[in-house]
């Protein structure tokens, strides 16, 4: 899922493990989620919405909006 | 890379499982070697070297129920399910195989070290996922 996660790190200069240690999660689920390589449950999308203090819609795209590749 | 609580607990007991399988094994071969197994004894003593393996079983099952990190956790998920599908393909083929004389008969427990090797190749897989995905 396309996500604003990486630019919105690198607006607070969070390294991943930063932003890992934030959420209590690994690294490695921060790197697939800001790759899109892997799509977070809807309770850890919202962990990442709170501290960004934004809405889940601010953070990532809806799948059935993405522009078509 | 820093192992959280659920993977250092797995990773204890299986180090002291494969401990205790060696031991067992051994000492159960040994014993063998004098007394031939038979009788309800012999079972009991028979199973002792499937025991710690059957535990490893269940502290991967125990693993996924305490990992909080559920990337972590669908990686071991799909790691478990790749060498399921390995062993069971693998054992089921070369089961027909015996049926029919074309292969020499293998004991059962080959079964539980496909599902290992299976575990290796699982995590291959997923190390190439990750790869081709931008990289960790």
Redesign the interface.
Known sequence: MINRLRVLRAERAWSQQDLAERLEVSRQSVNAIETGRYDPSLPLAFKIADLFGLTIEEIFTNPAKEPKQ | ?AM?RAQKRYSVSVMLLMASYVLTLMGVVLYHDNHPLHGPLGYVVGLMPAFPVIGVFFVLGRYLVEE?????R?QVTRQALIATGFAMSIATAWGFLENFDLVPHVYAYYAAILWFAGLGLGACINKV??MR????
């Open positions: 890379m959280n909080r990190d559920e990337y972590l669908m996922a990750a995905g931008g990289g960790e």
